[in-house]
C-alpha cells in the first residue's frame, strides 16, 4: 500500500558525488522515519543516514561528513546526497520508509528495489 520509487546512482569516479533520491506514495497517513541503507556484496545490509519527522539526521561514521541527508514532506520525498566518493561506497542502496496508513492507521515500514552505486578507483 506504500510504492517507493528510487532514482540516481550508477557509476562514479572516486571522489565524484552522488544524489539519490526516492518518493514515497499510496495509502499514506503518516511518514516517519525516511532512510538510506547500503548493502555490498556478501555484506549485511547497513546503514547510510536516516531522517526524522522533525528533520534531524543521523550518519553512519563512514559517511558523516561528506553525506547530506534531507527530506521534502509536501513530496515525500527523501535524498541522500554523498561527496568525496570511495571505492568502498560501492553498494545496494536501498531506500526506507516508515509511518502510518490511512487503513487503520496501521504501521508501515517500505523498502525500495535498491539502486546500484558503483565508485570506480
Not at 499510496?26 to 538510506?36: C, L, Q, R, V
Not at 548493502?39 to 558523516?64: E, F, H, M, T
Not at 509511518?99 to 578507483?121: A, I
Request: hydrophobic share 35%.
Amino acid at each position: 500500500q506504500v510504492q517507493l520509487v528510487e532514482s540516481g546512482g550508477g557509476l562514479v569516479q572516486a571522489g565524484g558525488s552522488l544524489r539519490l533520491s526516492c518518493a514515497a506514495s499510496g495509502s499514506i497517513f503518516s511518514i516517519n522515519a525516511m532512510g538510506w541503507y547500503r548493502q555490498a556484496p556478501g555484506k549485511q545490509r547497513d546503514l547510510v543516514a536516516v531522517i526524522n519527522s522533525g528533520g534531524s539526521p543521523n550518519y553512519a561514521d563512514s559517511v558523516r561528513g561528506r553525506s547530506t541527508i534531507s527530506r521534502d514532506n509536501a513530496k515525500n520525498m527523501v535524498i541522500l546526497e554523498m561527496n568525496r566518493l570511495k571505492p568502498e561506497d560501492t553498494a545496494v542502496y536501498y531506500c526506507n520508509v516508515a509511518g502510518k496508513l490511512l487503513t487503520g492507521f496501521r504501521p508501515y515500514d517500505q523498502w525500495g528495489q535498491g539502486t546500484q552505486v558503483t565508485v570506480t578507483s
